[in-house]
């Protein structure tokens, strides 16, 4: 079991909360925190199997956020001296009595027990940052080499992102939290060319972003020795490919594509703070607004959603968030229908959700940024004894299968949604008939969720996610998973992408 | 802090001792204010120092490099920092891109460096003018009915950059925008205008709040309309964010290898620059000194990739055409790439500006339109065929049908499917450049110039009942 780094708990984290709260206390805050966050990152990126580049980050710093008068205040910068703490927190108090004339909203914040001292430390293996550089080049150079000998192979790009996540937090309430936090992401995507016309057909490896240290690269929680032996044999397919017709079609879609339209049309729309318009001008608001809780019709009654910042080897997995909140599991859509929202205090406060309790979705991406309302791992849960991925497959008479994320966009309200993939078969009379380039599924949200007629057993299941979610202004950058069965999609859009460019 | 900028800089230099060294120092101030439902929503200042050590070491003919990027460096810790940095490239392997680094004869003309000054920074006093101004545009929106959201930031970096070689080059950047968006309480109205600024000082919140009061006017009547290509007005902000993605996608050694919009057809490894990619007289370009636009006269690169080199820190930068008269002119280059590709040496330069030779406002412009539609600006834009460059993404914030030269209601947004590069030669008509934010993508890009476009045949791909 790994446990907390000693490089960060040697900072003098309590003599800073302790200046920084005192001094708060002094100047009358309602309510006051500190953060200490240190953030490494490394990416290890090669071209055709030689290195591209080679780059870390150390991101830390020091952040107080205060309550003042019923106005938010918040102060951030890299010097971590109990002097310094303390003029975070003055300048935090400033930041408010200058923000006091737009202010016409008091703050308030949802109470929540205080958990006293507290230490958490994520599910891995194996600290990305303790194994050698020269070990990750030969390993993706390795791997590049092997799909650069097919003759389809034209190029092939490989990467590899490891971050380490340290935070320790106290607050005005006795809360006192030391985390850390690993996580990988690593692809392969290759490139193949029709040396003929110059048309090029690209196909990435499906291995997901995960809460995992190196082991993950080493076989632990994902097969790469087969995915990286098909890709080369999958990519040729894909090039000599007829071009889709457009129309309707149903869908079987694998768990490596749905989860980032899960992430889209149902994660994003079940933040209270986008439906209450925090994200009006930016990120955008919600269909699934405050008034349609508990009757809104989501999705088919075989749709259930939940949200958690609890599963091991979840990206949005914590002990406790960025506002003290012990983290939670719970749901956001029962039975196709909306039950719930992601929370953090000041929303959970203002609408009395959850038993007026956050569920612990706050969330700073630096120490430079305030905690805002940020994504928990949202899920879309198997059927218990559900059917495999080749049984989905038998229910379709004319279809297509699809694998990968790729392409996406969707509206400002979450409504209307278009997304490619990185490949797609055809389903002819319930067998897999080769494969269909050029397509992209488009979609409204509830059109789309009504028409899931089945989801897999729990034998399909995978958690995918992203290390790249962005909300707010300043722009934040948030990790989250979000695990799923394949599931059955009857009558969805199907465009033509070489069609719609006008071709 | 005790210790300078320059004097960590160095500091650095003086314990390397890689065969060559690069030391940025990036000091950042910021401050903003976001509000929402015409109130205060969060806020904040933050300061910032990031210390980058690029080190190279030869290997053979060539060399390899690392770089490692750090925050809060004190001044007793820069000496672990370089070490790191020369770890790092130790244990890399040879960097295709290798070239030696630049000295100060290849900076000789840079202007006005002034490596000693100190640096400029911002603080939360930079919106003592907007935020009261807020405040009356609130009181203004809530006496009409009507909701504010949007956010204000401002941020100052200078950027310190040393080199063993001898180079000594400083850059201040502030970097100002707002963003406004005006509502009905039931959100189904809405409407968008944003701003960027240097400083603040020439940003009147009131005024553009009372001309975002009046689209919403413009929206009382409300006319459906299904997906199809129709005549279409973009204003300057949804061509920014079109023409950038267009521009992040101009990596010469992408094409030379076959896999982008710009690859020469036939697999041949070429490129297309020398072909007609726009209609006559249109011109794409950056210039590190555009006015109101003004971006670092020399490269600063933490991390190579396929279009920036670490081995190019420091390299000048001028006036770049990327299409002029319609033709494609260049592509994004380092020293490597633009000798394997025969190109010139162009790298990325940090503002972007489109003239296709009109003079018209956007409302002449649509004062001349008999049939189509006005955008306001687009949003979730994404690629869906690298072949082509064709993009997704949505309308936003005000979609108005325009008959017989006038607004004369607002229609359902839409999803669009269109590429900016086959765009730039099916243009009928361009408006005046003028400096836009770019709705979109301004978290990473804001220096833009751009007309208005009428584009004949727009995609609207499908309806979207978003508001």
């Not at chain 2, 903003?32 to 190279?56: H, K």
């Not at chain 2, 840079?110 to 640096?119: F, K, N, P, S, T």
């Not at chain 2, 009356?136 to 949007?150: I, V």
């Not at chain 2, 279409?232 to 992040?248: C, G």
Request: with cysteine; hydrophobic share 40%.
């Amino acid at each position: 079991m790994p446990s907390l780094d000693p490089t960060f708990t040697a900072l003098p984290l309590r003599e800073l909360a302790e200046a920084a709260l005192a001094k708060a206390r002094e100047l009358g805050v309602d309510h006051a925190d500190l953060r200490s966050e240190r953030i490494r990152e490394q990416s290890v990126r090669l071209r055709d199997a030689e290195l591209d580049g080679v780059n870390e980050s150390v991101d830390s710093g020091l952040a107080v956020r205060v309550v003042h008068r019923g106005t938010w205040g918040f102060a951030a910068g890299t010097v971590q001296t109990p002097e310094a703490a303390v003029r975070l927190v003055e300048q935090a108090v400033r930041v408010a009595e200058v923000s006091a004339p737009v202010n016409t909203e008091p703050v308030v914040l949802a109470p929540e027990p205080s958990h006293g001292e507290r230490e958490w430390v994520s599910a891995y293996e194996v600290d990305p940052f303790d194994v050698p550089d020269d070990e990750k080049i030969a390993l993706l150079g390795g791997w590049s080499k092997r799909l650069l000998e097919h003759e389809a192979v034209a190029h092939v790009d490989a990467y590899v992102h490891a971050v380490k996540e340290n935070k320790f937090y106290a607050d005005t309430n006795g809360t006192v939290t030391t985390q850390q936090r690993v996580r990988v992401h690593a692809a392969l995507e290759a490139v193949a060319i029709d040396e003929a016309t110059g048309a090029f057909e690209t196909m990435r490896t499906l291995a997901p972003p995960v809460g995992r240290g190196w082991e993950f690269l080493r076989g632990v929680g994902w097969d790469w020795e087969a995915e990286l032996a098909a890709l080369p044999g999958l990519l040729a397919e894909k090039l000599a490919a007829p071009s889709i017709e457009a129309g309707e079609y149903d869908l079987v879609v694998d768990p490596s594509n749905l989860w980032l339209t899960i992430h889209e049309s149902i994660g994003h729309a079940t933040e209270l703070d986008r439906a209450l318009g925090y994200e009006a001008a930016y990120a955008g608001t919600s269909f699934a607004t405050l008034d349609k809780l508990d009757t809104l019709k989501y999705g088919s009654p075989v749709m259930h959603v939940t949200g958690d910042r609890t599963v091991e080897h979840g990206l949005s997995t914590v002990g406790f968030d960025d506002e003290g909140v012990q983290t939670q599991q719970w749901d956001l859509v029962a039975g196709g229908i909306l039950t719930g929202y992601q929370l953090d205090r000041r929303i959970a406060q203002l609408k009395g959700l959850n038993g007026g309790r956050s569920n612990g979705c706050g969330f700073a991406d630096s120490p430079g940024h305030a905690p805002i309302q940020r994504m928990a791992n949202v899920s879309l849960q198997p059927a218990a004894e559900g059917p495999g991925t080749a049984e989905l497959i038998s229910r379709v008479k004319n279809g297509l299968y699809i694998q990968g994320d790729k392409s996406w966009s969707i509206d400002m309200q979450r409504y209307n949604f278009q997304f490619t993939g990185q490949r797609a078969y055809l389903i002819k009379d319930g067998r897999l008939a080769g494969q269909v380039k050029d397509f992209a599924y488009q979609a409204t949200t509830t059109d789309f969720w009504g028409a899931m007629e089945a989801v897999g057993g729990p034998q399909t299941y995978v958690l995918g996610g992203a290390f790249n979610c962005g909300k707010g202004q300043p722009g934040q950058v948030a990790p989250v998973s979000h695990g799923c069965p394949s599931a059955l999609f009857r009558g969805i859009r199907i465009l033509n992408t070489v069609q719609e460019a006008g071709k | 802090m005790s210790v300078t900028p320059q004097q960590l800089a160095e500091r650095a230099l003086a314990a390397a001792k890689a065969d060559g060294t690069v030391v940025m120092v990036d000091e950042s101030s910021t401050a903003n204010l976001r509000w929402a439902n015409n109130t205060l929503t969060t806020n904040g200042v933050a300061v910032n120092r990031r210390v980058t050590v690029v080190s190279t070491l030869k290997r053979g003919e060539g060399a390899s490099a690392a770089a490692i990027t750090k925050a809060g460096v004190t001044g007793d810790d820069i000496e672990d920092l370089v070490r790191e940095s020369e770890a790092a490239a130790r244990a890399a392997s040879p960097a295709p891109d290798a070239r030696p680094l630049l000295g100060p004869d290849d900076a000789a003309a840079l202007q006005g460096v002034r490596w000693e000054e100190a640096a400029v920074g911002t603080d939360i006093e930079v919106f003592a003018g907007l935020a009261p101004a807020l405040g009356e545009s609130f009181e203004a929106a809530r006496s009409a009915g009507q909701l504010l959201f949007g956010f204000a930031e401002h941020t100052a970096v200078t950027t310190y950059l040393a080199t063993s070689t001898g180079l000594r080059l400083r850059h201040d950047q502030p970097t100002g925008k707002l963003e406004l968006n005006a509502k009905t309480p039931d959100f189904v109205r809405s409407s968008w205008g944003g701003a960027q600024t240097r400083d603040f000082s020439d940003v009147d919140v009131v005024a553009l709040a009372a001309g975002l009061g009046q689209r919403l006017d413009w929206q009382k009547r409300r006319i459906d309309l299904p997906a199809g290509r129709y005549e279409t007005l973009l204003p300057p902000s949804a061509v920014a964010d079109l023409m950038i993605y267009l521009y992040w996608t101009a990596s010469a050694r992408d094409a030379a290898d076959g896999r982008t919009v710009f690859s020469a057809p036939g697999g041949s490894g070429g490129t297309k620059v020398g072909q007609r990619i726009g209609v006559p007289g249109l011109r794409l370009w950056s210039d590190p000194t555009a006015a109101g636009l003004e971006a670092a006269p020399f490269n600063a690169v933490k991390a190579s990739s396929s279009q920036s080199s670490v081995f190019d820190n420091g390299l000048r930068l001028a006036s770049t055409d990327w299409v002029r008269d319609g033709v494609l002119e260049r592509l994004l280059t380092t020293r490597h790439s633009a000798a394997e590709t025969g190109l010139p040496v162009t790298p990325p330069i940090d503002n972007l500006l489109l003239d296709a030779g009109g003079t018209a406002s956007l409302e002449t412009m649509t004062q001349s339109t008999a049939d189509g539609l006005l955008l306001t600006c687009l949003w979730y834009i994404r690629e869906v065929d690298p072949q082509t460059l064709l993009l997704t993404g949505l309308t936003r914030d005000g979609v108005y049908k325009v008959e017989g030269g006038e607004v004369v209601g607002v229609v359902n947004n839409f999803r669009f499917n269109e590429s900016p590069v086959d765009m730039l030669s099916r243009i009928a008509e361009a408006g005046r450049t003028e400096i836009t934010l770019p709705r979109e993508w301004n978290d990473y890009f804001t220096r833009t110039a751009m007309p208005a476009l009428r584009v004949a045949d727009f995609n609207m791909s499908s309806v979207s009942k978003a508001s």
